[in-house]
């Protein structure tokens, strides 16, 4: 079965360290993968994607994230935190098995203290 | 502004008594889909519709229905609700695709006693 699994609940850093949070996934065929972001009492907002080339993608405010076809993962990083980027991360994939609609992660919540 | 509107944002209501919740978007998108968030489950997806007149079901559909007579909106009917259709639900939009970039309303918070 398709699946994109989020280790960690919670992902606590110091404000100005670099910060990644874990997405694995589990699908067959060439994957096609994302990050959201969810700020408190709002909805989700795109942050990057892959579907093909460059492993390391590059998306909005500061974020990126690698690809790793060997380890089945897709980290999100920032090479320095702010606290402003506290918030709920969410990691989904495209499933072939559903009509190609998207899996979600159950999401990791990003503490950052300053 | 580009923007998916959602309403009500908060409702509170009892088992078995018919509601909808209503999204809207003006951005001429094809896609839209609606998802429930409960903690520690994510996201999943209800019901999804890749242009008017064509819905599916998502991973959850059932106790729910949707239509889409307009491009524009997509509504969320639950006929009879139950209490564990307490959740936090979002409307979405894309371009044309779920892998196109969505776009999210806010958010409505539906609580059934």
């Known amino acids: 079965a398709q699946s994109v699994a989020q280790p960690e609940d919670q992902v606590n850093v110091a404000e100005g360290n670099p910060l990644t949070v874990k997405c694995t996934y589990s699908?067959?065929?060439?994957?096609?993968l994302f990050w959201y972001v969810q700020y408190p009492n709002r909805g989700l907002q795109f942050l990057l994607k892959?579907?093909?080339?460059d492993n390391l993608v590059k998306g909005s405010y500061g974020f990126e994230a690698e690809f790793n076809k060997s380890q089945t993962s897709f980290h999100l990083k920032k090479p320095s935190a702010l606290v402003s980027d506290s918030a709920l991360y969410f990691c989904?994939?495209?499933?072939?098995?559903?009509?190609?609609?998207?899996?979600w992660g159950a999401g990791t919540k990003l503490i950052i203290k300053p | 502004e580009a923007q998916v509107t959602q309403n009500p944002r908060y409702l509170i209501t009892v088992t078995g008594k018919k509601l909808t919740v209503t999204c809207s978007q003006n951005?001429?998108?094809?896609?839209m889909s609606w998802y429930r968030q409960d903690p520690g489950l994510g996201l999943r997806q209800i019901y999804y519709?890749?242009?008017?007149?064509?819905?599916d079901k998502g991973d959850v559909p059932e106790g729910y229905k949707v239509s889409r007579k307009e491009k524009r909106n997509f509504p969320l009917i639950l006929e009879s609700p139950s209490p564990n259709q307490t959740s936090l639900y979002f409307c979405?939009?894309?371009?044309?695709?779920?892998?196109?970039?969505?776009?999210f309303g806010p958010g409505t918070r539906l609580t059934v006693l």
């Open positions: 979405a939009s894309s371009l044309q695709t779920s892998t196109d970039t969505q776009y």
């Open positions: 951005m001429n998108h094809e896609y």
């Open positions: 519709s890749m242009n008017v007149e064509v819905t």
């Open positions: 699908v067959s065929g060439n994957p096609y």
């Open positions: 892959y579907i093909t080339g």
């Open positions: 989904a994939v495209r499933d072939p098995g559903s009509n190609y609609q998207l899996i």
